[in-house]
């Protein structure tokens, strides 16, 4: 073990690629970012061109090397997901990448898979439902809508193994990122579920399987050359970019819940035992014995963007000062947040935003209030979910750009009634990788590294009403269910959207 360097993390984002120096005590040191967007080809696709991954991390590595003062002694990888980037034999990428639970074009595929398998053994074998998130239903749109595509198709990366192949040249996947291939993963059995692999991956050959901070390999020489990397230190496998931030900010123990506010909402609560439930997300954990519930919300700093667009772009804090003089309630207006579809508890890509209560009296401030909270309404349909599925939630830690401001935390512990910790770091998925490349040539400790700054307390004098919007809320999407649909069948029909649409929308 080196009790002396420096160590680079590097994560994919929605909306970037942010890279981090940080020396073995955990200092970040440097950070560079280079922003991105998604492409939208059609209603419901969103991909990703998966050759400007390794692009960017190039451009990230060049800059971060140049700028270290001490030997660059290892590299942490993470990124969004669960991603779909397929390779023809060569490892070249043979279209665009399809990206998470925001990406909702296997609808079609879910449904013949749940029939064709059943919902019941599939969430017994991966642990979820099929949804929007889950790899599987998306390899088999493949195998339906391009087959020359998947005629050719060898290989199976996700971001941080992408980056990890180009660093290393060597192929795997990590546990926690496999966990969401559903059903392709045995959460039971921690490997390949082979008696239905073949039913989905063709010619692909499936990822060797390692846990998120192994090391899969050592730069090589002719990673060296581009990214100015010292060549042969060693690269961790790396995962998702949401289970590398709730390493950033060790909550990792049973009973912890990590809320990632950003593009979209994000929520891991870590157990110690197997959990499953058909609103959620059951996964492998990022550490080896653990296991989580996992959440996600289809938008949340996204509609604050969308918002700030319509308002003509003016400054996140002189919106963030209009929405604190609006009061709690946002003057009556009640926002649901499924501008994109939604993700957990519902589980449904058709479904669509509505605001409530609008009258020409509102200004912005009152919108963007409701927007905030929206997005609290959400985090607390999942934590009953949670809660009511058997999860242990004994410790809060909020994370991500969205918790740089006091408003947005401090409405969600006033509608959750949750008293949130925040981390001295919030950088996130990018601090966690490097805190696992640091595992790789040092022992550090998460607590040391990352304290906590501050808490955020619930205000008991708004419970009440926040009690009553939430019956609202929760009334809200059923009473409107039916036209939402109808919009979305009407919105489908549409050929194609805006290309390149911009999501660097939620790190206020």
Same mark, same amino acid.
């Given at each position: 073990?080196?009790?002396?360097?420096?160590?680079?993390?590097?994560?994919?984002?929605?909306?970037?690629?942010?890279?981090?120096?940080?020396?073995?005590?955990?200092?970040?040191?440097?950070?560079?970012?280079?922003?991105?967007?998604?492409?939208?080809?059609?209603?419901?696709?969103?991909?990703?061109?998966?050759?400007?991954?390794?692009?960017?991390?190039?451009?990230?590595?060049?800059?971060?090397?140049?700028?270290?003062?001490?030997?660059?002694?290892?590299?942490?990888?993470?990124?969004?997901?669960?991603?779909?980037?397929?390779?023809?034999?060569?490892?070249?990428?043979?279209?665009?990448?399809?990206?998470?639970?925001?990406?909702?074009?296997?609808?079609?595929?879910?449904?013949?898979?749940?029939?064709?398998?059943?919902?019941?053994?599939?969430?017994?074998?991966?642990?979820?439902?099929?949804?929007?998130?889950?790899?599987?239903?998306?390899?088999?749109?493949?195998?339906?809508?391009?087959?020359?595509?998947?005629?050719?198709?060898?290989?199976?990366?996700?971001?941080?193994?992408?980056?990890?192949?180009?660093?290393?040249?060597?192929?795997?996947?990590?546990?926690?990122?496999?966990?969401?291939?559903?059903?392709?993963?045995?959460?039971?059995?921690?490997?390949?579920?082979?008696?239905?692999?073949?039913?989905?991956?063709?010619?692909?050959?499936?990822?060797?399987?390692?846990?998120?901070?192994?090391?899969?390999?050592?730069? @090589?020489?002719? &990673?060296?050359?581009? =990214?100015?990397?010292? %060549?042969?230190?060693?690269?961790?496998? *790396?995962? /998702?970019? +949401? #289970?590398?931030?709730?390493?950033?900010?060790?909550?990792?123990?049973?009973?912890?819940?990590?809320?990632?506010?950003?593009?979209?909402?994000?929520?891991?609560?870590?157990?110690?035992?197997?959990?499953?439930?058909?609103?959620?997300?059951? @996964?492998?954990? &990022?550490?080896?014995? =653990?296991?989580?519930? %996992?959440?996600?919300?289809?938008?949340? *700093?996204? /509609?604050? +963007? #969308?918002?700030?667009?319509?308002?003509?772009?003016?400054?996140?804090?002189?919106?963030?000062?209009?929405?604190?003089?609006?009061?709690?309630?946002?003057?009556?207006?009640?926002?649901?947040?499924?501008?994109?579809?939604?993700?957990?508890?519902?589980?449904?890509?058709?479904?669509?935003?509505?605001?409530?209560?609008?009258?020409?009296?509102?200004?912005?401030?009152?919108?963007?209030?409701?927007?905030?909270?929206?997005?609290?309404?959400?985090?607390?349909?999942?934590?009953?979910?949670?809660?009511?599925?058997?999860?242990?939630?004994?410790?809060?830690?909020?994370?991500?750009?969205?918790?740089?401001?006091?408003?947005?935390?401090?409405?969600?512990?006033?509608?959750?009634?949750?008293?949130?910790?925040?981390?001295?770091?919030?950088?996130?998925?990018?601090?966690?990788?490097?805190?696992?490349?640091?595992?790789?040539?040092?022992?550090?400790?998460?607590?040391?590294?990352?304290?906590?700054?501050?808490?955020?307390?619930?205000?008991?004098?708004?419970?009440?009403?926040?009690?009553?919007?939430?019956?609202?809320?929760?009334?809200?999407?059923?009473?409107?269910?039916?036209?939402?649909?109808?919009?979305?069948?009407?919105?489908?029909?549409?050929?194609?959207?805006?290309?390149?649409?911009?999501?660097?929308?939620?790190?206020?």
């Amino acid at each position: 073990m080196t009790s002396s360097g420096v160590v680079i993390g590097v994560d994919i984002g929605t909306s970037s690629t942010k890279g981090v120096l940080v020396d073995l005590a955990g200092h970040v040191l440097h950070t560079v970012i280079k922003e991105h967007s998604v492409q939208r080809p059609h209603p419901g696709h969103v991909e990703m061109d998966g050759s400007l991954w390794w692009e960017e991390f190039q451009h990230i590595s060049r800059e971060l090397v140049a700028l270290a003062e001490a030997p660059i002694v290892s590299v942490g990888v993470s990124g969004m997901g669960p991603c779909l980037l397929v390779t023809d034999k060569n490892k070249v990428p043979l279209r665009p990448a399809i990206l998470y639970g925001v990406d909702t074009r296997a609808t079609g595929q879910i449904d013949r898979l749940n029939a064709q398998l059943g919902s019941d053994a599939i969430l017994d074998v991966g642990g979820s439902s099929l949804s929007s998130q889950a790899v599987g239903p998306k390899l088999a749109w493949l195998e339906e809508n391009e087959p020359g595509v998947w005629s050719r198709a060898r290989f199976l990366f996700m971001p941080a193994s992408w980056l990890a192949w180009n660093l290393t040249d060597q192929y795997g996947l990590d546990h926690q990122s496999a966990s969401q291939c559903t059903p392709l993963y045995d959460t039971r059995t921690l490997q390949w579920h082979e008696p239905w692999t073949d039913l989905f991956r063709g010619s692909i050959k499936l990822p060797p399987l390692l846990w998120p901070g192994q090391k899969i390999g050592a730069v @090589t020489d002719a &990673a060296a050359a581009v =990214t100015g990397l010292p %060549a042969g230190i060693p690269v961790i496998t *790396g995962t /998702i970019d +949401a #289970w590398s931030e709730a390493l950033s900010i060790g909550a990792q123990t049973p009973g912890d819940l990590m809320l990632m506010y950003g593009t979209t909402m994000f929520l891991i609560n870590t157990s110690e035992i197997r959990v499953t439930h058909p609103a959620l997300w059951g @996964t492998v954990g &990022a550490l080896p014995g =653990t296991w989580n519930f %996992a959440a996600g919300m289809a938008t949340s *700093g996204a /509609i604050t +963007a #969308w918002l700030r667009e319509l308002f003509g772009s003016p400054d996140y804090a002189e919106l963030l000062h209009e929405a604190a003089s609006s009061p709690p309630g946002s003057r009556g207006l009640l926002m649901l947040p499924y501008f994109a579809g939604e993700r957990t508890p519902i589980s449904d890509p058709k479904a669509r935003g509505v605001i409530a209560g609008l009258t020409i009296e509102h200004g912005r401030g009152d919108l963007y209030r409701a927007a905030l909270e929206a997005t609290a309404f959400g985090i607390r349909h999942n934590v009953e979910q949670m809660r009511s599925a058997g999860a242990v939630i004994t410790r809060i830690v909020a994370v991500g750009g969205g918790t740089q401001g006091d408003l947005w935390t401090q409405i969600v512990s006033d509608v959750t009634g949750l008293e949130q910790e925040i981390p001295r770091i919030t950088i996130g998925a990018s601090f966690g990788a490097a805190f696992l490349a640091a595992g790789l040539v040092s022992s550090p400790d998460i607590t040391a590294w990352n304290p906590v700054k501050s808490r955020v307390i619930p205000n008991p004098a708004v419970s009440g009403l926040y009690d009553d919007l939430f019956a609202d809320y929760l009334s809200l999407y059923p009473a409107t269910l039916e036209i939402s649909h109808r919009r979305s069948a009407l919105q489908s029909q549409q050929t194609s959207c805006t290309p390149n649409t911009p999501t660097s929308l939620g790190r206020q």
